[in-house]
């Protein structure tokens, strides 16, 4: 290549093949080299939020093989807060990373009724709480939501408003799976005072955010 030019040498050589990012939403993907199963739209939202909330504890329902975990505890070890993670089977992929970063693993039923004490005094302790539901999502939020204090964020993935929104996101190809919708957790909402936040950029990541007033 010659100085000052931004042709290549070789204009014949095979271009990368580059999806369009509002298809390849839908799919589980890998970022990094890490496996996990959310839309490319997830990671960023997450960023955002993390951003503005500044909490002090995470936790997170759902482990499977780590991807998303990883991050989260990159976070946390960047910010020196702590992350917790659970799951009833073990499917972690990426254990050296999770014993670099500190991050607490948890091969354990969520709803088992000393498990649900500890996660619940976990959750009030000082501090924001931001807890990710991501495994038997409907249970999680309902049950969990109880223990969250003012200011304490709680989410939920593969979320559509009602059947109309998830085929209308299935159209939109922004994700293809609904295991929560609004009137699953409306009740639990009216109860502890939660209320949506970011709304919009959660739902092009197929999660539903929301905060207790």
């Excluded at 990426?94 to 969520?110: E, M, Q, R, W």
């Excluded at 009740?187 to 209320?195: D, N, P, S, T, Y």
Aim: charged content about 25%; aromatic content about 16%.
């Amino acid at each position: 290549m010659q100085r000052g030019s931004m042709s290549p040498e070789n204009t014949s050589a095979p271009r990368p093949y580059f999806p369009d990012p509002i298809e390849d939403a839908q799919m589980d993907y890998t970022y990094f080299g890490f496996s996990m199963q959310q839309n490319r739209y997830a990671l960023p939202a997450i960023s955002i939020l993390l951003d503005y909330g500044k909490p002090s504890h995470i936790l997170e329902f759902g482990t499977r093989f780590g991807g998303l975990s990883v991050f989260l505890g990159m976070y946390a070890k960047t910010e020196h807060i702590d992350f917790h993670t659970f799951d009833i089977q073990d499917q972690v992929k990426y254990k050296d990373f999770f014993s670099f970063l500190g991050i607490n693993y948890y091969v354990c039923d969520i709803f088992a009724p000393v498990v649900q004490r500890d996660i619940s005094g976990l959750i009030r302790r000082p501090g924001r709480t931001i807890v990710f539901c991501d495994a038997v999502k409907t249970r999680e939020f309902n049950l969990y939501a109880a223990d969250l204090k003012p200011g304490d964020v709680i989410l939920a993935h593969d979320f559509a408003k009602d059947q109309n929104d998830f085929e209308l996101m299935k159209r939109q190809r922004i994700w293809w799976q609904c295991e929560i919708q609004q009137s699953n957790i409306a009740e639990a909402c009216r109860m502890h005072g939660l209320e949506p936040v970011f709304a919009d950029l959660f739902r092009t990541a197929a999660w539903c955010c929301f905060v207790k007033r």
